[in-house]
């Protein structure tokens, strides 16, 4: 122990590192401090939205898209992220919160983008889900599909899923399925 | 196991539960070899002199504790030392009412604990005398387990027994933060179920398809026509043969064969994957592209079945022959016909839609059965031409197939010495030379041995254990056997790291510490699983661990 | 020291700790202080499953008398053919508790205190008590909080805050140990690549083209069930869920034309379960309780710093040094002492980290464990935090506790401790 010590303070002084005195307080866990500074490294478009019931804690938020263009313009899609203490060794859980007509997302708001499951790696931020999130509402891919219907449509008549898309936004009946008015 | 799974809610049984954890590794196949199989422990071999009880034989349970857990079938615990005081500050199967009994009887009782499945007994004699009133003691076992040192006559003795019964020992021994254990097989000891990685024993025939796997891909071909669901789910494997028919249109017939070919192929398997969808790209077009290099290479026989094949045991068969030289003498005829093994059947998962996978699957499942089905009737035709009596099993035939790529067999080697055979000084000299090597305390060890044995045998005074003279002597001595062809052999460096060896043996005066038998105990268990499960590939032959430093060395010697 | 008693039963540990060896270090005093020191060096184990069980046998036997040892776990059947502490009878009752009573009854002379629940529960106070920490966990997460613990604990006035961490783990025939020395080697953040995310399945493979049998029980497993019995969290120890789980699985294995499910293969899946037996778990928990030993003797060096341990083919293993990272999240910036008027504002306060000498923070965000302070992006978190750039920081903090800072001009994150003035 002696000399792991003295190894220890000829550090200390390369490094003019201080420790407190008396009894410490909790520590900044290593995925809040993580996701501090992928927050402040985000960039929103004016599409997107975040929401924080609270602000004190930064690992549950809510993330509204809004699309500008494409087949779900207009309307407005919130999703719950959800990190855990396992950040970034395990990747955010995201769910969409409303009922969708969305060939890759599921009744239950389960989404299907590969960096969110198989591709998760720690070195990529929540920016990175988040430009992937918005990607899914100007490409929506018919060809890897969580709601199979929907894709089906998708692939075999683009015009009718785009007048379902509208319906289903709106709050109307797609297929004997309500969905969510997400309309802005 | 997996068959007898049952299909209702109830779920598996309480042995199946309380063995699942191992299941997943060694399947029902292994248990069942491990409950069948009964260990002899000897533990020690009576006193070394006045001062010392002798062995402690730590690691001897240590090693029975790892094997009774799983469920091997029995243990015999051969000990003829009582418990003493040093014994409790040592060995975790005794408690302090042993103390004054047999710790043979003890530490077995402690040991039963461990798994009401578990038979064990015990003998409070030293081998000799044992041996010499039942001659088939030792056969009755399927692995001898020997904590060392014993009496030389009586090491001879076990060695010698077991490899008459084809019974595997291994022989440990734990001093200070050291130690060295050896495993002696049979002269042949062959397994078929090596466990490889499986990325090395995949097998896709892309280059030499079947007919029916040649068909499969035949029917891709007009891949522009599809729409952009059916094209990013071609499976990858028939967008491969797709594109090698066109390379062979392009090539007189030739596959791409070097690395400049290849790396052609893969330009066009590439250029053909659609940039305009969703993503930028397809995901099975990528794996394609990835699959070329490793893929597209011809089949080649690895040098270790070859070597099988060429066996004595494999070319000349008998009627007695084990089963597996049945089937690696079928399976060669079946080699020598095209020069392809049996397909292992096995299809990687890959980007595709469910119908078209399975339908891939079964295409490769089916010429699996049909190779299989081939081997059989070779095995069959053998079999009546040797008039055997019993018939292989067709599960034997099949999981013969599937790890057919990856057999192996050890010759097995006996426990080395220093003064074994030349082969084995000539690595140990050899090894010596190189300062990163730990070989030293394989010779440290032999030395604590030999002066071990002088002190038991009555040519040495009990003290020479502590005694630097002595010990000089013998490092002496066993420089001279290695180098007997040339001292210069061994420099000052060497030599040191000799003597350090010893010195680190000597601070204990050869006796165990806990801690470094637990984990020997472990690294013995674990060859012992491997031998008795025919599973995995067991140390071949000598392994020294080296607690100070925290490492390990395997040898041949 | 010892009676005269307990050095017969010692023998050999005790020459062990009386003789200088070959590589013991030349300052080394062997003899009674040592083995003074070493049996009352209070000890911690993490884990009381398939390590823990060795570990706590291994230092009993290793000349420790005062052990901890906390699991928050009950015993389960498949923990007996490896947990040997552990028998049919105890079956649900706290492994903590029975291997501790186990191992005291069996090896005179020594303590063992069990501890059942979360190694969460406890504080800095109660880590600082030991001279070493040996873990035995199956969990990233648990082994990542006790190391920031450990590390933020090191306080350079007082060597004793420097707490050795000395780690298992196993997976079927192979597993490694290693030592962590807080703040000084390599950390477990400093490492976290070695550990290999679980291999995962698109969930759209898994939602409508599966072709594997384990895709079918991810589908029971995560959507049928949500589907189906939405109510009712799942339960991976109830046996009627996974039989529920298989059952669903084989019904759509069947749909696709998919083979090979069994029983065992959907609890396997379900919950994750990695092989594990005996012998290895030997291997490795001896390894780390040598490291023990070795650490608080100082008769021969320690591991610097990882050993791993493959047995599938024959007896393998590596030593090695893995680096210390100079952009560890947790021990790459320790946090730095700094005094301040607790009477200063945020807002007065950020703009003195913008003069700090180790670096020029321009635009900061921070907070502590429990509050954030000020996040300047995105708007809606700055607009939540603004108000708190007029508060006085004695509103804000506790004298003495971390803030952790980062600022986009710089790629690591810096922490400090504020002591008011």
């Known amino acids: ?184 | 196991m997996a068959d007898a799974f049952p299909q209702a809610l109830a779920g598996p049984s309480s042995k199946e539960r309380k063995y699942d954890r191992q299941l997943r590794l060694w399947a029902a196949s292994g248990q069942q070899s491990l409950e069948e199989s009964r260990v002899l422990l000897v533990n020690s071999d009576g006193p070394w002199g006045n001062q010392s009880s002798g062995v402690t034989g730590v690691v001897g349970v240590e090693t029975l504790k790892n094997l009774v857990l799983p469920g091997v079938g029995g243990f015999t615990i051969v000990d003829p030392a009582v418990v003493t005081e040093p014994d409790l500050g040592l060995n975790f199967f005794l408690e302090e009412n042993c103390l004054g009994k047999s710790r043979a009887g003890e530490t077995c009782r402690l040991l039963r604990e461990l798994n009401p499945d578990v038979e064990g007994s015990s003998h409070a004699k030293p081998i000799a005398e044992i041996v010499k009133e039942d001659p088939d003691f030792i056969s009755r076992h399927q692995l001898v387990l020997i904590s060392g040192p014993i009496q030389r006559s009586s090491l001879d003795m076990l060695c010698t027994a077991a490899k008459d019964n084809g019974i595997p020992v291994l022989y440990t021994r734990s001093v200070g933060f050291t130690s060295t254990f050896s495993l002696q097989l049979p002269d042949v000891f062959p397994i078929v179920e090596t466990h490889p990685d499986p990325e090395t024993t995949q097998d896709l025939r892309l280059l030499n398809p079947w007919m029916e796997l040649d068909m499969a891909g035949a029917r891709v071909t007009n891949l522009e026509s599809l729409d952009d669901h059916e094209h990013g789910h071609v499976p990858y494997i028939l967008l491969l043969l797709h594109y090698l028919h066109k390379w062979k249109q392009s090539h007189n017939g030739a596959v791409p064969s070097n690395y400049k070919e290849k790396t052609e192929f893969r330009e066009m398997v590439r250029s053909g994957a659609r940039t305009n969808t969703p993503e930028g790209g397809e995901e099975n077009f990528d794996e394609a592209v990835a699959a070329v290099m490793k893929s597209l290479n011809p089949f080649s026989l690895r040098s270790s079945l070859r070597e099988i094949f060429e066996m004595d045991e494999c070319k000349n068969l008998r009627q007695d022959s084990a089963e597996f030289w049945i089937i690696a003498a079928a399976i060669h005829e079946f080699y020598k016909k095209d020069n392809l093994l049996p397909l292992p059947g096995s299809l990687p998962d890959m980007k595709a839609q469910s119908a078209d996978y399975i339908a891939l699957q079964n295409i490769y499942k089916a010429k699996a059965r049909k190779d299989i089905e081939e081997v059989v009737g070779l095995v069959r035709s053998i079999e009546a031409r040797l008039a055997r009596p019993v018939k292989v099993s067709e599960k034997d035939v099949e999981i013969f197939c599937k790890n057919a790529s990856h057999v192996k067999v050890i010759h097995g080697r006996n426990i080395p010495r220093l003064d074994g055979d030349a082969r084995t000084t000539k690595i140990i000299k050899n090894n010596l030379t190189n300062s990163d090597s730990i070989i030293s305390l394989f010779l440290a060890f032999q030395i604590l041995d030999d002066i071990v044995t002088d002190i038991q045998q009555g040519n040495a005074p009990d003290e020479s254990l502590d005694n630097d003279a002595v010990w000089n002597t013998h490092i002496d001595r066993a420089i001279g056997v290695i180098t007997s062809d040339n001292p210069a052999d061994i420099d000052e460096e060497a030599r040191e790291r000799i003597v350090q060896a010893t010195q680190e043996l000597r601070r204990t005066e050869g006796g165990e510490l806990h801690n470094t038998s637990a984990l020997t105990g472990g690294l013995v268990a674990q060859e012992a699983l491997k031998v008795i499960t025919r599973q995995y590939v067991p140390l071949d032959n000598t392994c020294i661990f080296d607690g100070v430093r925290s490492r390990s060395e395997m040898f041949k010697l | 020291m010892a009676s005269a008693d307990s050095a017969t039963r010692w023998k050999y540990l005790y020459k062990a700790l009386s003789k200088p060896g070959p590589f013991s270090d030349e300052d080394w005093v062997p003899g009674s202080e040592t083995i003074s020191a070493l049996e009352s060096s209070k000890v911690l184990v993490i884990g009381a499953g398939g390590l823990g069980c060795d570990i706590l046998k291994n230092l009993a036997l290793s000349g420790f008398k005062d052990i901890h040892v906390i699991d928050m776990d009950t015993i389960d059947i498949s923990n007996l053919n490896r947990q040997f502490l552990f028998r049919q009878a105890d079956i649900g009752k706290p492994k903590a508790e029975v291997a501790a009573a186990f191992v005291e009854k069996r090896v005179k002379g020594v303590k063992i205190t069990p501890y059942v629940g979360k190694i969460q529960d406890k504080d800095e106070d109660y880590y600082m008590q030991f001279k070493l920490v040996v873990c035995g966990l199956d969990s990233i997460e648990a082994r990542r909080w006790i190391n920031s613990t450990l590390i933020s604990m090191v306080d350079f006035d007082n060597p004793e805050s420097l707490k050795p961490l000395i780690d298992g783990g196993t997976e079927g025939f192979k597993g490694q140990a290693r030592v962590i020395l807080p703040t000084l080697s390599s950390c477990i953040e400093c490492q976290l690549d070695m550990h290999a995310p679980r291999p995962a399945v698109p969930l759209c493979t898994i939602a409508t083209i599966p072709r594997q049998p384990q895709h079918c029980i991810e589908w029971a497993h995560q959507i049928a069930w949500q589907e189906q019995r939405k109510d009712e969290p799942f339960d991976s120890d109830d046996m009627e869920h996974i039989g529920w789980v298989y059952q669903t699985a084989l019904e759509r294995a069947k749909q696709f034309n998919i083979s090979g499910i069994t029983f065992q293969m959907a609890q396997g899946v379900v919950k994750n379960i990695i092989p594990a037996i005996a012998s290895t778990n030997a291997v490795i928990a001896a390894a780390t309780t040598s490291e023990a030993l070795k650490i608080a003797t100082s008769c021969n060096p320690y591991l610097e710093n990882y050993m791993m341990y493959a047995g599938e083919d024959g007896v393998y293993t590596y030593t090695f040094e893995a680096e210390k990272k100079a952009d560890c999240p947790v021990c790459g910036n320790l946090a730095r002492k700094m005094t301040v008027d607790p009477d200063m504002t945020l807002e007065v306060f950020i703009e003195t980290l913008g003069e700090r000498p180790e670096a020029q923070l321009k635009k900061p965000s921070m907070r502590t464990e429990e509050k954030t302070l000020y996040q300047r992006f995105p708007p809606q978190l700055e607009e939540q935090t603004r108000s708190n750039l007029k508060r006085k920081l004695r509103e804000l903090v506790q004298d003495g506790q971390e803030i952790a800072v980062s600022d986009p001009a710089y790629v690591i994150d810096f922490r400090y401790r504020l002591i008011f003035s």
């Open chain 1, 1 to 184: 122990m002696l000399k792991i010590w003295s190894m220890k303070q000829k550090q200390q002084q390369a490094e003019n590192a201080e420790g407190a005195d008396g009894k410490k307080k909790k520590k900044v866990t290593a995925a809040q401090l993580r996701v501090q500074r992928d927050l402040q490294e985000l960039t929103l478009g004016s599409t997107m939205k975040m929401t924080f019931p609270n602000p004190d804690d930064i690992l549950n938020f809510t993330l509204t898209i809004e699309p500008d263009e494409g087949m779900y313009k207009g309307g407005a899609f919130a999703f719950s992220f959800t990190v855990n203490q396992n950040f970034p060794h395990d990747p955010p859980k995201v769910k969409c919160t409303q009922k969708i007509y969305h060939p890759n997302i599921d009744m239950e708001g389960n989404v299907c983008l590969n960096i969110l499951r198989e591709d998760w790696k720690p070195v990529l931020n929540l920016n990175a889900v988040i430009v992937g999130m918005q990607f899914l509402f100007l490409e929506p891919n018919a060809s890897d599909p969580l709601n199979k219907e929907a894709a089906d449509d998708l692939r075999t008549n683009r015009d009718a899923f785009k007048r379902n898309v509208r319906t289903s936004m709106a709050g109307g009946t797609v297929r004997g399925v309500q969905f969510d008015k997400v309309l802005r």
